[in-house]
């Protein structure tokens, strides 16, 4: 029986290192701007939040830290345990299970915002990431917001030519299919190239965000150009350009793609 791409993906993280990944230099430039993008949007506390997707629940953490009551969902089992330990020793209540982000067992209307960090770029396939977004819009109340993450389309030839991965020969052909399709693939290279996913385009995030109903209220770059230089973050002036340099960029249409991550966020009619 042939593979799918989700069991690529679940292969991936049942390894256990997503769990440090947004402690990583390039994990902070990500998380840091990450919630300094959604907490703008955010209804205040204690509003309803469903992190859908959302890995080991660093941001489940975070909301719940800051007074949200939070329903977390993620497609593998190792991130709901890690949750759950992690919640219970800072003593916040997060409401956790394993779940897919396509068919979600949450009611309609039940939630006021959505978060969809993962999700979309590990579907692979377009009619199942339009059913993630129709789902989240669906346990949307009236006027509730959805947060979605992409990968950006440049991302892997941004990052090898910055990192020298471009050099080895099994690197540049994934590079390649990225940019031509979006479909990445990690090949047998010992190099990073992550698992399963696919690269957005900023302009498809976008019609992808309205196909589902959602109006849109903006496109944004999240890490800017600066996450290359992510080796440079302990140097508190360097951290401090690379973060204004993001927030300058984020919505300028002509510079989004050279982020790491695109974040679109959409409104519920």
């Not at 909301?63 to 977390?72: E, I, K, N, P």
């Not at 497609?75 to 992690?86: F, I, K, N, P, S």
């Not at 059913?131 to 959805?146: D, S």
């Amino acid at each position: 029986m042939t593979a799918s791409p989700l069991d690529d993906v679940r292969a991936h993280y049942s390894q256990g290192e997503e769990r440090a990944r947004l402690e990583s230099p390039l994990g902070k430039i990500e998380f840091a701007r990450t919630v300094e993008i959604v907490r703008r949007h955010l209804p205040p506390p204690p509003a309803v939040v469903a992190d859908i997707g959302g890995g080991p629940g660093r941001y489940a953490l975070w909301l719940a830290d800051s007074g949200y009551q939070v329903r977390h969902r993620d497609l593998v089992g190792l991130h709901v345990e890690q949750l759950t330990a992690d919640a219970a020793a800072d003593g916040l209540s997060v409401e956790t299970a394993v779940g897919d982000a396509r068919s979600l067992d949450l009611p309609d209307d039940c939630v006021d915002a959505v978060l969809l960090l993962g999700p979309l770029y590990h579907l692979t396939e377009r009619v199942d990431r339009m059913l993630a977004l129709r789902e989240a819009r669906r346990v949307l109340r009236p006027g509730g917001l959805v947060a979605a993450a992409a990968i950006s389309r440049f991302a892997s030839a941004l990052d090898g030519m910055y990192a020298g991965y471009l050099s080895d020969p099994e690197f540049w052909p994934i590079v390649q299919q990225d940019l031509a399709d979006g479909q990445h693939r990690s090949g047998s290279s010992e190099l990073p190239a992550f698992t399963t996913a696919f690269f957005h385009r900023p302009e498809e995030l976008v019609a992808e965000v309205r196909e589902a109903g959602l109006e849109l209220e903006a496109l944004l770059g999240v890490e800017g150009p600066g996450w290359l230089l992510a080796d440079r973050l302990d140097d508190p002036v360097a951290r401090d350009h690379i973060l204004q340099v993001g927030r300058l960029l984020e919505g300028e249409p002509s510079t989004i793609g050279t982020s790491a991550h695109l974040l679109a966020i959409g409104r519920a009619s």
